[in-house]
């Protein structure tokens, strides 16, 4: 999985709690990203990171927040979690900008928001 | 915005038989198409990608996909079906006018049958 690890691999939680999942990076690329997996839809972007402390708003991005300290982690925080944030999140990199660039993705975080 | 649609839910082939996969995309401009497989409880591995040049793109494990100006279509192939090809495989296209944001279509999960 190139280099990229998630943790917590499965989680399950309350509504209302607050849950911070991280993904971190060995390849030193610049460019993160945040997914969510839910049937029916494929993947849908949440935020995505162009550089420490940079970051931007995706797809689907209401009820999430991001932050980049350092290059090789990026944190995705639900600061209050619901029902419907239950899915699959994947993290991903890519070195590059632009179009043609291949973002490669992490093992994936099952969270479960009961 | 620009999109991906994957028609099918699910393909079945038989083992040693062609299987295609179908994608059409809807953009402006030039398209910058994906394609991705995703084992069992696995992140997204990229296969193959299509920029610019010749219209029968080359992936690993076999598989090849074809662009397809006038019909709008990225069709993922493989001249024959291993078992362990049943997987979801997801095409996806770079949003160049959004942030480059990936676009993923549903999925389609190809099942091999020996």
């Known amino acids: 999985d190139a280099g990229i690890t998630q943790s917590p691999r499965h989680k399950v939680t309350e509504t209302g709690t607050p849950v911070t999942l991280r993904c971190h990076q060995t390849e030193n690329h610049r460019y993160m990203y945040w997914y969510r997996q839910d049937p029916g839809h494929g993947l849908r972007l949440i935020h995505y990171s162009y550089g420490v402390k940079d970051t931007d708003k995706g797809e689907v991005s209401d009820g999430y927040s991001v932050s980049r300290s350092k290059t090789e982690d990026f944190l995705l925080t639900l600061e209050s979690a619901t029902s419907s944030q239950t899915s699959v999140y994947f993290c991903a990199i890519s070195d590059l900008s632009g179009g043609t660039d291949t973002q490669y993705f992490g093992p994936g975080t099952r969270l479960t928001v009961l | 915005a620009q999109s991906v649609a994957q028609p099918e839910d699910q393909v079945n082939v038989a083992e040693g038989n062609p299987l295609t996969v179908k994608c059409t995309y809807s953009v402006s401009g030039n398209p910058y198409l994906f394609w991705y497989v995703q084992y069992p409880n696995r992140g997204l591995q990229f296969l193959l990608k299509y920029i610019t040049g010749d219209n029968l793109v080359k992936g690993s494990y076999g598989f090849e996909a074809e662009f397809n100006k006038s019909q709008t279509s990225f069709h993922l192939k493989k001249p024959s079906a291993l078992v362990s090809d049943s997987a979801l495989y997801f095409c996806?296209?770079?949003?160049?006018?959004?942030?480059?944001?990936?676009?993923f279509g549903a999925g389609t999960r190809l099942t091999v049958k020996p």
């Open positions: 996806a296209v770079r949003d160049i006018y959004n942030n480059n944001d990936m676009r």
